[in-house]
Antibody, heavy 124, light 109 residues
Framework: QVQLQQSGPGLVKPSQTLSLTCAIS??????????WNWIRQSPSRGLEWLGR?????????DYAVSVKSRIIINPDTSKNQFALQLNSVTPEDTAVYYC??????????????WGQGTPVTVSS | EIVLTQSPGTLSLSPGERVTLSCRAS???????LAWYQQKPGQAPRLLIY???SRATGIPDRFSGSGFGTDFTLTISRLEPEDFAVYFC??????????FGQGTKVEIK
């Protein structure tokens, strides 16, 4: 059974960087088939897919257009985890952030396991 | 980007009733790659259905999905007390971005 454990601060100042980590157990971040995603949820924007990292003989990333200029998702193979970095945050980035595993093959964008969620507030 | 519109926004029902939730896409969903999730307060979404009609592991058979093209449905044959929650659809086509509907809340009448 895959488990995802999120960590990171719940309060970030405007213009600073939001950083969250998702530790994986029961699978590998380097798994040649799965994908590792970040998704956020807010009352104004609903559920919003932000991006993913995945390994297919080398590392790849995909990012949502809405955050593409500000986001980095990096794997950490030594700790079997992946991280979200969102730069230059504004109050509009206030949301609950989730990490989620994408399934395999044609189901790679079906989110079958989720982290517990981290509420993040952007405020001075 | 595919926009998903769910209806109704809220349903007020009693345990034992049959529920039908709707999800309409702004364009045809590739290979009917449409998923449904359930979310309870303070929890992450839980995958129920993928590929429009395939139940995820451990999901009771009172949950079923159907539809094709732009119109999809989640049916709960008999509402159990633990089924009162918010339900989201998501298109999981071959390329990003993957989008979600705004949700339908099923509440106790």
């Amino acid at each position: 059974q895959v488990q995802l454990q999120q960590s990171g601060p719940g309060l970030v100042k405007p213009s600073q960087t939001l950083s969250l980590t998702c530790a994986i157990s029961g699978d590998s971040v380097s798994s040649n088939g799965a994908a590792w995603n970040w998704i956020r949820q807010s009352p104004s924007r609903g559920l919003e897919w932000l991006g993913r990292t995945y390994y297919r003989s080398k590392w790849y990333n995909d990012y949502a257009v809405s955050v593409k200029s500000r986001i980095i998702i990096n794997p950490d193979t030594s700790k079997n985890q992946f991280a979200l970095q969102l730069n230059s945050v504004t109050p509009e980035d206030t949301a609950v952030y989730y990490c989620a595993k994408g399934g395999r093959g044609p189901m790679v964008s079906v989110f079958d396991f989720w982290g517990q969620g981290t509420p993040v507030t952007v405020s001075s | 980007e595919i926009v998903l519109t769910q209806s109704p926004g809220t349903l007020s029902l009693s345990p034992g009733e049959r529920v039908t939730l709707s999800c309409r896409a702004s364009q045809s969903v590739t290979s009917n790659y449409l998923a449904w999730y359930q979310q309870k307060p303070g929890q992450a979404p839980r995958l129920l259905i993928y590929g429009a009609s395939s139940r995820a592991t451990g999901i009771p058979d009172r949950f079923s999905g159907s539809g094709f093209g732009t119109d999809f449905t989640l049916t709960i044959s008999r509402l159990e007390p633990e089924d009162f929650a918010v339900y989201f659809c998501q298109q999981h086509g071959p390329a990003p971005p993957w989008t979600f509907g705004q949700g339908t809340k099923v509440e106790i009448k």
